[in-house]
C-alpha cells in the first residue's frame, strides 16, 4: 500500500528503459551462450527466466511512464455526429452531457505543479501551430463522459471564456440537447453569430420539427418574426420601468428618468382605459406628439361607461374646440368641474396631468427617453417591434416569449450589437424583461411545467435588473439560465456596481471557465475552488568549521518532503487552456476538466 509520505518524480526521464534493455540482452545472451557453447542447458533456462522476471517487474512502471507523457501532447479537436448526441438524449432523459473529461483531484494539481516549476519544452515538444496547452487534460490517463443531472442545471450555468475559446460551441452542445428533450430555447445573441443561428436550426432538423424554429434579427427584417417586447406584463407600470431602465441616466433616481417613467405609466394607464394593448410605437407617438387623442379617447370612453348620454352636458365645454387640443382641453374641464369629485378614476387623472403640464417643460424633461424611442421605433424596427396584427399586407408571424415558451419554440434572437450597440443592447434588455413577466406568471400561476432553457451570449452587453431578478426566481418558475460573458468586469462596467455584479455571480451555481486571460477573472474563479495541499522536496547543504580549530569540520548533505498550502487549479492555467477545454464547478462542488467536441451533421450541408 502507498504511503501518503511516499514521492516520486512523476515526469523523470524514464530510466527502466536502460534496466530492460539490459535484462532483455542478459537473456538474449544466455540463450546464445547455451546454444553454441555446448554447456548445459538448465542452468542458461533459469537465467532466461530470472531475466525474464526482472523484465516484466519493470515494465508496468516503464509502459505507464510512457503512456502519461505520450498523453500529454494527445489532444486536438474532436468532431462528434450530432445523430451520436441525439442517441445519448434518448438514452440518458436525465442527464446533460457536457463532453469528456474527468473529476479534477489533488493528485491532478501535484502533477500540474511539477511541470509548472521545469521547463515544459522538456517533457513536451513546442507546437506554435496550436493554442493552449494540451498537457493540461492530459494529465489524467482516462476520461469519461461529463454528466450532470437536469435539475442541478435549475441553479443556471455560467460560461466564461475569452474570444474565440470555444463559448459558442459550448452553446452549440447544450442547445442541441434542450431541443431534443422538447424543451422550450430562447437564445439572446447580442453579435448575431451565423454559427449560433445555424446550430439552432440544425438542431430542430435533427429533432424532426423544423417548423419549431424561430429566427429575429433587426439586420434582416424581412426574414425576422415580429416580435412584441411589450406583450406580457403582470402590471401596467412595469411596461414603464423596462423601458426607462434602458434610457440614458446615471442613476435610478435621476430626475429626469423618473419623470420619464412616470410619463410612460400615465399613458399606459390611459391605454389600459381604452382597452389598447401598449406598443413601442404608441408610446413613442403619445410622447412625441403630445397625448391630446389619448386624452380624449380615454375619457370619452370612461363618460361612455359612467354617465351613458353625457354628450349633451359637455356640449358647452366643446363649442369651442376647433382642433385636436382644444376638444381634449374641453373634455378635462368637464371631468374636473363635472366628474372628478362624483366618480373619480385615479388612473384618468395621471394621463389628465401630463396634458395640462407645460409642454416646453415637458419636452425638456423627457429628452433623454425620446431618443432611444426614437430608435426602437424606426425604420425596419418599427413594425418588428410593435407588431400591428390588422396590417393584411405583411404576413410575418407575429409572436412573444410567452408564446414562444407555450409552444416550446426555439427562438434565435439576435441583436446586431456590432452595428449598432446602443439599440442591440437596449432590445435585448427589453426581451429579458419580457421574460422576467413570463418568469412572474410561471412562478405565481403555474402556467406551464415544461422547463424553459434560456442561453443568453455576451450577458453583460443586456443585463439588467430584471435579469437579475430571473436569475434570482428563475428555478421556481422552471427556467434554466445560460450566460456567457468574457470577463467579470463586464458585469461591473455594465451595472455600474461591483455589487450588482456579485449579485449575478452569486445567484449561478455552475461554473464552466474556457481560455481566460483576464487576471482578475482567473483570480476569482481559482479562489472560488477548494484549496489543496502540494509536496515538494526541500535540499540542503550546509558546512561548519571550528573557531578554535580549522582542521576541524563538518558538512551535511540532506532532503526534506515539505507541503505547502496550493490553488487546486492554478489561475495561470486558465489561460493556457486550448479551445473547446474547460474546467468546471459544478452544483455540489464537484470540479470537473474536460474538453468539448465540435458538432457536425448532414444537415449543416443543407441550405436553411
Not at 10 to 27: C, F, L, N, Q, S
Not at 238 to 247: G, L
Not at 258 to 281: C, Y
Not at 367 to 380: D, E, K, Y
Request: glycine share 8%; with cysteine; proline share 6%.
Amino acid at each position: 500500500m502507498k504511503s501518503d509520505y511516499d514521492y516520486q518524480f512523476p515526469w523523470r526521464p524514464i530510466y527502466e528503459v536502460t534496466a530492460i534493455a539490459g535484462w532483455t540482452g542478459g537473456a538474449g545472451l544466455a540463450y546464445l551462450t547455451s546454444r553454441w557453447s555446448g554447456l548445459p542447458r538448465e542452468p542458461f533456462d533459469w537465467l532466461m527466466i530470472a531475466c525474464g522476471v526482472m523484465v516484466c517487474w519493470r515494465l508496468p512502471v516503464t509502459v505507464s511512464l510512457w503512456y502519461r507523457k505520450r498523453r500529454l501532447s494527445q489532444f486536438r479537436f474532436q468532431y462528434l455526429d450530432a445523430e451520436k448526441l441525439k442517441v445519448y438524449v434518448t438514452s440518458h432523459p436525465d442527464d446533460l452531457w457536457f463532453g469528456w473529461g474527468f473529476d479534477w483531484v489533488q493528485k491532478h494539481a501535484q502533477l500540474a505543479y511539477e511541470i509548472l516549476k521545469r521547463d515544459v519544452s522538456t517533457l513536451i515538444p513546442t507546437d506554435h501551430q496550436r493554442m493552449g496547452s494540451a498537457w493540461i487534460h492530459g494529465l489524467e490517463i482516462s476520461e469519461s463522459d461529463v454528466r450532470q443531472p437536469i435539475q442541478h442545471t435549475a441553479g443556471h450555468t455560467l460560461l466564461v471564456g475569452t474570444t474565440g475559446a470555444g463559448k459558442t460551441r459550448a452553446f452549440d452542445v447544450l442547445v442541441t440537447q434542450a431541443v431534443l428533450r422538447g424543451e422550450a430555447v430562447i437564445i439572446i445573441d447580442p453579435k448575431g453569430d451565423k454559427d449560433l443561428m445555424a446550430s439552432a436550426n440544425r438542431a430542430c432538423q435533427l429533432a424532426g420539427r423544423p417548423e419549431r424554429f424561430v429566427y429575429f434579427h433587426p439586420a434582416f427584417p424581412e426574414d425576422s418574426v415580429r416580435l412584441d417586447p411589450l406583450h406580457n406584463f403582470n402590471r401596467p407600470s412595469e411596461i414603464a420601468s423596462r423601458i426607462t431602465a434602458i434610457s440614458p441616466g446615471e442613476t435610478t433616481s435621476d430626475p429626469f428618468k423618473a419623470f420619464g417613467q412616470k410619463s410612460l405609466d400615465n399613458v399606459i394607464q390611459g391605454l389600459m382605459v381604452i382597452e389598447e394593448r401598449p406598443t413601442l410605437s404608441k408610446l413613442r407617438r403619445y410622447l412625441e406628439g403630445g397625448p391630446s387623442t389619448l386624452v380624449i379617447q380615454a375619457l370619452e370612453r370612461y363618460y361612455d361607461n359612467c354617465l351613458g348620454n353625457w354628450r349633451q352636458e359637455a356640449r358647452p365645454y366643446l363649442k369651442a374646440a376647433k382642433d385636436t387640443d382644444s376638444k381634449a382641453a374641453g373634455l378635462v374641464r368637464f371631468y374636473r368641474e363635472y366628474l372628478q369629485y362624483q366618480a373619480p378614476n385615479l388612473d384618468l387623472e395621471g394621463l389628465l396631468s401630463l396634458f395640462e403640464h407645460d409642454r416646453t417643460h415637458f419636452s425638456k424633461m423627457v429628452a433623454s427617453l425620446i431618443p432611444i424611442m426614437n430608435m426602437l421605433t424606426s425604420g425596419p424596427l418599427g413594425p418588428l417591434l410593435s407588431p400591428n396584427p390588422n396590417d393584411a399586407d405583411d404576413l410575418r408571424p407575429i409572436t412573444n416569449t410567452g408564446l414562444i415558451i407555450e409552444k416550446a419554440q426555439v427562438a434565435y434572437i439576435g441583436l446586431d450589437s456590432l452595428s449598432d450597440g446602443l439599440v442591440g443592447s437596449a432590445i435585448g434588455s427589453i426581451l429579458l424583461a419580457d421574460l422576467a413577466a413570463v418568469a412572474g406568471d410561471r412562478y405565481n400561476y403555474g402556467v406551464s411545467d415544461r422547463p424553459v432553457n434560456v442561453f443568453v451570449d455576451e450577458a453583460a452587453e443586456v443585463i439588467n435588473d430584471p435579469f437579475i431578478q430571473v436569475l434570482n426566481k428563475g428555478r421556481g418558475a422552471k427556467i434554466r439560465l445560460f450566460i456567457a460573458t468574457q470577463t467579470f468586469a463586464d458585469f461591473a462596467a455594465r451595472t455600474g456596481s461591483q455589487d450588482k455584479a456579485r449579485q449575478v455571480l452569486g445567484n449561478v451555481n455552475n461554473l464552466i471557465a474556457l481560455r481566460i486571460m483576464d487576471s482578475e477573472t482567473q483570480q476569482y474563479i481559482t479562489d472560488n475552488l477548494p484549496k489543496t495541499r502540494l509536496k515538494y522536496i526541500m535540499r540542503t547543504q550546509g558546512v561548519a568549521t571550528s573557531a578554535t580549530n580549522p582542521s576541524i569540520f563538518s558538512g551535511n548533505v540532506g532532503e526534506r518532503l515539505m507541503e505547502e498550502e496550493g490553488d487546486l487549479f492554478s489561475p495561470q492555467l486558465l489561460g493556457q487552456l486550448p479551445d473547446l477545454h474547460y474546467i468546471a464547478k459544478l452544483s455540489g462542488g464537484r470540479i470537473v476538466k474536460g474538453r468539448l467536441p465540435v458538432l457536425q451533421s448532414a444537415f449543416d450541408t443543407q441550405p436553411t
